[in-house]
């Protein structure tokens, strides 16, 4: 009885058993010998000449010969964390003979498998690695958190501060009346400890800094646990002002993260998994909308000038001819519905699935201010390509260091990768179950209900519905009910003669929900009453979220909110008058009020309408 390595018998003359021999051996190292027939059949004397021409043969140290499918997956036991795929052969019923049949099948027509193979991998098949491709997501991740973080950290008291638009400790403490102690575990937040303004600046300043030991690879997995643990208290703690798509993406993405540092492969399926269900959710749900403009495919005849903040590129684009604009929105829906499905798929193809989208947010990021949005949906794209395929953009030196540096993976990672998923995957199928149905899977929904407050498997589907006009909310104030001055915002459409401006990274989250408010009434976004009171009261933490304040000796006596449909002014308009929007009055949107009638007025404007109930 023999006690070496095992070994793999295979046809040398084969393109395609030479191909696959030569992936296997960058997978199995020396734990596996790997001998042609034309050399080896002597060795092996009670093995017909036959079985080596029809099949490969794995012998083992103690004489024992597996053929075929079963061969190959006696090949990649010898491999860690490709043991399932023998215990599948073993214990799965039908597997064996499913796995058999394909062999078979493929192994009488040898040539086309080798073109087929080739076509999909590449001329050579190499050992897919993800060091370097976690190294890099994991330090521009870092990134981008310092980003966010930054951004919350120069608007943070006038959205939530104690005299800000919604301060936090009002907030807090109507939840723990409404729902007693459960508030803590409905609203995980760190601000239940201290909600003071002094804690809201401190803790984006912490997060920008856990950020930069991310970046520069420093403590990375502590950091990116504090990390997540903070942005989840911060997403609570916003309320209306963080209640946003990319902001539960970052939360769902830095979850993974924390995993990620361990090395386990699982995990960059798991990656892989979110594009997909990400993207997916956000083409179906514009089908499932049944909005016509995306049935149409008319809905980029709109969405340049009617999304949120519009980039200055925005303009021009929304001059394009409408074939054009046709095509872009056919093309949206192919991406996000079709090239998604090539996740999953060998590495060319999942290249293609990832040019495809790196290609569609690159023109979001152009034409529209999304802050990290766009920017983290392709960091995100970096999970679609292995190590040889990104060392080709890397200098040599900087994969040498992320190779130096890489995580011994180990059994503990693998199992808790393990777990992971099967937590993360079948919550991810109950979203999209969800997005159909609207109801949940059987058990899968409790699993869903239970980890729903950490928002660590979200459903997505931005701009399922494309708005088609663009009401602004236009705020003035007035020292004495006659003359009438204009708030000015950072970001949001305004002067007529001021074009878009850009913003990215950075999210003005006022300017964001001035833009959804608009599309309702203040009923609708009873917050629009508290900014109201605070320009009214001059709070310079709110004032300081604008562009400028026109009542630099002392807040107004009054103020109002006026309603206009803006649109991009057309060329011929833009080249003689040097507009670059126009507008036209719609009404009142807030009524004239004073500080001494506010709550009158207030109760008045959020009542709910005759005949309805708050229940």
Sequence with gaps: MSHGPPTLVYDGDCAICRYWVTYWQGLTNERVVYRPYQEAATDFPTIPLEAFQRAIQFIEPDGHVYSGAAATFRVLRQVPGRAAWWWCYSHLPGFAGTSEWAYEGAARRRGLLNRVTKLLWGPALQVERYVLVSWVFLRLFGAIYVAAFASLGVQILGLIGHAGILPLGDYLGAAHWALGNSAYL?????????????????????????????????????????????????????????????????LEAGFLAIFLTGGSRIVVWLYRWLVFRYLFLA???????????????????????????????????????PWLLIGGTAATLIIELGSVLLIFLPRRLRAVAACCVLLLQSLIVLTGNYNFFNLLTMLLCV?????????????????????????????????????????VVPVGLNRIWQAFTRTDLPVVGALTQ??????????????????????EIVIEGSTDGRVWREYVFRYKPGPLFRPALWNVPHQPRLDWQMWFASLGSVRDNPWIVSLMRRLLEGSPSVLALLDSNPFADGPPKYVRAQLYDYRF???????????????????????????????????????????????
Excluded: C
């Design 186 to 250: 409905l609203l995980p937040s760190l601000f239940w400890v201290n909600s003071s303004d002094t804690a809201l600046v401190l803790g984006t300043v912490v997060g920008a800094l856990l950020g930069l030991l991310v970046v520069v690879d420093r403590w990375t997995g502590p950091a990116l646990i504090g990390l997540f643990a903070l942005y989840l208290s911060y997403v609570y703690a916003g309320q209306d002002f963080m209640s946003f798509q990319w902001d539960v993406l970052l």
């Design 283 to 321: 083409g179906i749900m514009k089908l499932l909308s049944g909005d016509p403009t995306w049935h149409g495919l008319t809905a980029l005849e709109y969405h340049f000038w009617t999304q949120p903040l519009p980039t200055p590129l925005a303009w021009y684009a929304a001059q394009l001819p």
């Design 450 to 471: 239970a980890v729903s407050p950490l928002l660590i498997v979200n459903p997505y589907g931005l701009f399922a519905v494309m708005t088609t006009t663009r009401p």
């Design 383 to 423: 999970f679609l390509f292995d190590d040889v395929a990104l060392g080709r953009l890397i200098p040599q030196s900087l994969e040498s260091w992320a190779q130096a540096r890489a995580p011994l993976r180990g059994r503990a990672a693998t199992v808790t990768a393990t777990a992971l998923a099967l937590i």
């Design 569 to 615: 002014a057309d060329r011929r308009t833009h080249i003689v008058t040097g507009q670059w929007w126009i507008r036209r009055p719609e009404g009142l949107y807030f009524p004239q009020v004073s500080l001494a009638d506010f709550g009158r007025a207030a109760d008045r404007e959020t009542a709910p309408p005759p005949g309805s109930s708050r229940g």
